[in-house]
């Protein structure tokens, strides 16, 4: 590795319909029933345009024959009997053909859910939707309940807190529970909650999701999305989606309770979506409650046929205990204790109150194109209680997206382009420690001294296009480019003062193709750049502080490289039969990948070591297949799968050599058999295995493999928004680590390194929806 460093630590998409092109047998000729109707344009039909998208992509295999025309919604009839009226009601048509024959053709649409899958079907590479509908039927404790089942996506909880440990094909695989997000792009309905300080993660709750979107490493390209991991977007309901009043309570084990309720309707031109949840979980480790209390709003405006608008609103408290690390010995024996440093400062992180505020304005300027313009402001106060010296972080951040498509057709080549800028700039970012004991260093200092004071500063400005061109029919080339910007600073200024800057402009180009094979099933590649620069914070990993009262604390920071990657992809996915599947390799070669290290010292001030380190490959395999077993007039039984294999590891370094990147499994693997019956009962066998992970750089310190036991019992009442479920977690009880921060190098030792996961428990919980 290189350099090393300590730093501290501080989470309308156009709904595409085609046309049935019916013909009648009318004496000797054949006449299509579609040139008797115009379909149903989503720009005249709030009911299917959804926030937080790209362009449609009108040529693609999202308008196949065969992916229009499905069953009616339910929700629009739920609308009808609330008195809610649709702008354009043209489903359908009647023509009359040879002797006053006449037939009547009904338009239907897509799921929200289904839609955006059919949109990300365009995607020449690693993507997926997960529709809460689905996640919903389950017990919903973290993020990590919600990202179950995606292939290339690592997400850990630990102690049920919201600091999740999330990674995607290798990004931030080294970064801890209570650290800022790194390497993803993390959205809420396509506006960017990730800053120059990375994501925070305590407004990511996961009720009041309508479905969410994983697009893997620079498949996120049209979101602005070029760090390694790619994207993920939380898209929220909406008033033409959501439960008129819907209520939902979840209960179980470790004193777990968590409520919500919410509303959603249309007044006129005006519709509106409202959720609060509240949650409290005692643990299964000692040190480990958590609580938090949380608002999810949005209001939608219609002025006309093409201009629409949703405004934003999230707001969310959360207070998390932080029991620290353990060592393999002591998760093997005793997972309930926490690490006897952080129990004996009652370590803590309190996110008092973060607020989110967006916008994103649709114009629809003609059927060919579309402009979303969208911004958001975040006020991300911090407080961490977890050692010797507490540290309070201030951050307030903007970001503003603009993305401009359109549809042609070149020589009768069909074209899409979309052209975007994407920019996050921090307005404010601070960070003050205060000494928190009367012991050691601090015994002669009042309690709540201010020990240092930093300053921090950052901006993102992403400009991209790109291009889909059907060079053949049904076989599509994708060209695109980037033009970077970034910026960095830190700068200390208690008790003493210095600086340092940062600037890099990038070009991160993307080629790719997708050929559809059949309407069901295509095979796609890409080759792709990506660019992450660091948190603005851990540039404070200078020099440390060798006496005073700020002891051990970092004096200065240091010039930090931007983290680049050259990634090649093939893959292909679709359905046959009864059998749906999703299967991606990507080799990437990656240029001063960002990597921390946890040190005994570092873990005293609540800090960890960083570095750029010699270049390292990324290659994985991440597949998923679902199956209908067995199918029958009451039900079906079906098995679903995924699959990741990863290989991230150094290439000749001068001290590791080839040693593969510790903190994250080889193979990782969720299965699940599944049984559903039409009167409305369900129920579930899964399980999640994972091999061992090492520990530390020199990787001679692994927490074991694990596999772990699950079971779900529930009942859907048939065509009523109403739901109960009983869940078994853990059936074995096995003591698994779920969590590496790798320490550097264990040398025969034992290092506390590793977060248990939880033991067996017992889950419930009864929601009901009405309209």
């Known amino acids: 590795m290189k350099h090393r460093h300590r730093s501290e630590l501080p989470l309308p998409r156009r709904n595409t319909l085609g046309t049935h092109s019916l013909a009648l047998l009318a004496g000797v000729s054949l006449v299509p029933v579609s040139t008797a109707f115009s379909a149903v344009s989503p720009s005249r039909n709030p009911a299917l345009v959804q926030p937080g998208h790209t362009a449609t992509q009108p040529g693609s295999s999202a308008e196949s024959p065969s992916a229009a025309g499905h069953a009616a919604s339910a929700k629009a009839t739920d609308r009808a009997k609330r008195g809610v009226q649709t702008p354009d009601r043209r489903s359908g048509a009647k023509s009359v053909i040879g002797k006053a024959e006449s037939i009547t053709v009904s338009q239907h649409r897509l799921s929200p859910a289904a839609a955006a899958s059919r949109q990300l079907e365009t995607v020449p590479g690693g993507v997926s939707v997960i529709s809460s509908k689905e996640v919903l039927r389950s017990r919903n404790l973290t993020n990590a309940d919600l990202l179950a089942f995606q292939p290339g996506v690592f997400a850990q909880s630990s102690g049920g807190g919201d600091g999740l440990r999330l990674s995607i094909r290798g990004s931030g695989i080294q970064t801890g529970t209570n650290y800022f997000r790194s390497g993803i792009l993390l959205m809420f309905d396509g506006l960017p909650v990730t800053t120059p300080a990375g994501t925070p993660y305590e407004l990511f709750e996961t009720l009041g999701i309508q479905y969410t979107e994983v697009l893997r490493g620079a498949n996120a390209f049209d979101y602005g999305g070029l760090q390694l991991g790619g994207a993920i977007n939380y898209v929220a309901p909406t008033g033409y989606t959501a439960d008129h009043f819907q209520a939902r309570v979840e209960a179980g084990s470790f004193n777990y309770n968590k409520q919500q309720i919410s509303s959603g309707a249309v007044i006129g031109k005006s519709d509106y979506y409202i959720s609060l949840t509240k949650s409290y979980r005692g643990g299964y480790q000692a040190q480990t409650a958590a609580s938090s209390f949380g608002v999810n709003a949005n209001y939608g405006y219609r002025f006309n046929d093409n201009v629409s608008t949703r405004l934003f609103f999230r707001y969310r408290q959360t207070q998390n205990g932080y029991p620290g690390y353990l060592t393999r010995d002591q998760i093997e024996t005793n997972p309930k204790q926490a690490q006897a440093l952080y129990a004996s400062l009652h370590g ?304 000749h370094d001068a001290v590791f050599g080839h040693n593969a990147l510790p903190g994250i499994p080889a193979h990782f693997y969720q299965g699940e058999i599944r049984l559903d019956l039409k009167n409305g009962l369900y129920a579930n066998f899964n399980t999640q295995v994972s091999s061992k992970v090492s520990g530390s750089y020199d990787d001679t310190y692994y927490a074991p493999s694990y596999h772990i036991f699950n079971t779900t019992i529930g009942y859907e009442w048939p065509h009523k928004h109403r739901q109960v479920f009983l869940s078994f977690n853990n059936l074995a009880n096995t003591h698994y680590a779920s969590i590496v921060v790798p320490g550097y190098i264990a040398a025969g030792k034992q290092l506390a390194v590793f977060q248990p996961g939880d033991g067996f428990g017992v889950f419930a919980g009864v929601s009901a929806g009405f309209n």
Do not use: C
């Open 348 to 651: 803590h992180r309190i996110q008092p109150g973060s607020k989110f505020y967006g916008d994103m304005t649709t114009i629809r300027i003609d059927d060919r194109s579309k402009l979303e313009l969208g911004f958001d402001y975040q006020d991300a106060p911090i407080d961490i209680q977890n050692t010797a010296t507490a540290q309070r972080w201030g951050y307030k951040t903007v970001a503003g997206v603009l993305r401009y498509s359109r549809n042609d057709t070149f020589w009768g080549h069909k074209s899409e382009t979309l052209f975007g800028i994407d920019t996050y700039t921090d307005l404010e970012a601070w960070q003050t420690n205060r000494s928190r004991t009367n012991t050691g260093i601090y015994a002669k200092i009042p309690f709540g001294t201010v020990l240092r004071h930093s300053n921090y500063g950052g901006t993102d400005n992403y400009f991209h296009i790109r291009n889909n061109f059907e060079l053949f029919h049904n076989f599509w080339l994708t060209a695109a480019g980037a033009l970077d910007f970034v910026q960095r600073s830190t700068e200390v200024t208690y008790p003493t003062q210095s600086s340092v800057g940062t600037s890099g402009l990038g070009f991160t180009p993307r080629g790719g193709f997708r050929y559809v094979i059949s309407p069901h099933a295509s095979i796609y590649g890409n080759v792709s750049r990506s660019f992450q620069p660091p948190n603005d914070w851990q540039l404070l990993s200078g020099a440390l502080y060798t006496s005073g009262p700020a002891q051990g604390l970092n004096a200065s920071g240091v010039k930090l490289d931007n983290q680049t990657a050259t990634t090649y992809e093939v893959g292909t996915r679709g359905e046959w039969k009864d059998i749906r599947w999703s299967v991606s390799y990507y080799y990437s070669d990656v240029r001063n990948e960002l990597l921390s290290v946890m040190t005994p010292l570092s873990q005293l001030y609540g800090a960890a070591t960083y570095s750029n380190a010699s270049p390292t490959t990324h290659q994985g395999v991440e597949a998923s297949l679902e199956t209908d077993l067995i199918k029958w007039s009451g039900g079906k039984l079906g098995l679903r799968q995924s699959y990741t294999w990863q290989d991230f590891h150094f290439r």
